[in-house]
T-cell receptor
């Protein structure tokens, strides 16, 4: 069965520093992968998605993610973090039937000044 | 453009009372519709999904139910709420396949007291 693991529950990064959030997936075929962001008390917003092709995917708000099949990873990165990036981040994979997304448990990002 | 509406935003209900949360989508037809529950530290749990009117798939057995009386309307219900039903409930829609990800509503914070 498909699954997603986000190893880091909480990460604190200084404003202006770089960021990498880890995501590992379990999936037998080529996965469809997603990153979402959630501000407190809000719904989730799609940051970026990967289907095929170029393994480096650009998203909104300056985020990017790199698909590495050999490592079963889809890590999210940002070169310079802003205080407004503080939020919860979820990695997800589409299930094999294409009927639903399976989410990781999320990583909470705090930004220190 | 497509929009998704979810209400109410917050709800406080006594144990044993009924529940009805509503979600509607505009600007698309025959969407896939989803209900997720988010509990602190537990990520997003898929509760129900629907690929068409009257077609409901349940992912987790519990005292909640879902209905889809119209193409773009998805309702989450309970006859008798439990304390454990407290959480943040999110509705989402996608096109026929989830390859392009979900669009989420803004969520309902349910507190059962």
């Amino acid at each position: 069965a498909q699954s997603v693991t986000q190893p880091d529950i909480h990460i604190t990064v200084s404003e202006g520093a770089s960021l990498e959030l880890r995501c590992n997936y379990s999936y037998g075929a080529t996965p469809y992968l997603f990153w979402y962001v959630q501000s407190p008390g809000q719904g989730l917003q799609l940051l970026l998605k990967y289907f095929s092709g170029d393994t480096l995917v650009q998203g909104i708000k300056g985020f990017e993610a790199e698909f590495k099949r050999s490592q079963s990873s889809f890590n999210l990165r940002k070169p310079s973090v802003h205080w407004s990036d503080a939020a919860e981040y979820f990695c997800a994979v589409a299930n094999q039937a294409g009927t639903a997304l399976i989410f990781g448990k999320g990583t909470t990002l705090s930004v220190s000044s | 453009s497509q929009t998704i509406h979810q209400w109410p935003a917050t709800l406080v209900q006594p144990v044993g009372s009924p529940l009805s949360l509503e979600c509607t989508v505009e600007g698309t037809s025959n969407p896939n519709l989803y209900w997720y529950r988010q509990a602190a530290g537990r990520g997003l749990q898929l509760l129900f999904y629907s690929i068409g009117i009257g077609q409901i798939s349940s992912e987790v057995p519990q005292n909640l139910s879902a209905s889809r009386p119209q193409d773009r309307q998805f309702i989450l219900s309970s006859k008798k709420l439990l304390l454990s039903d407290s959480g943040f409930y999110l509705c989402a829609w996608s096109s026929f396949r989830t390859d392009h990800g979900y669009t989420f509503g803004s969520g309902t914070r349910l507190t059962v007291v």
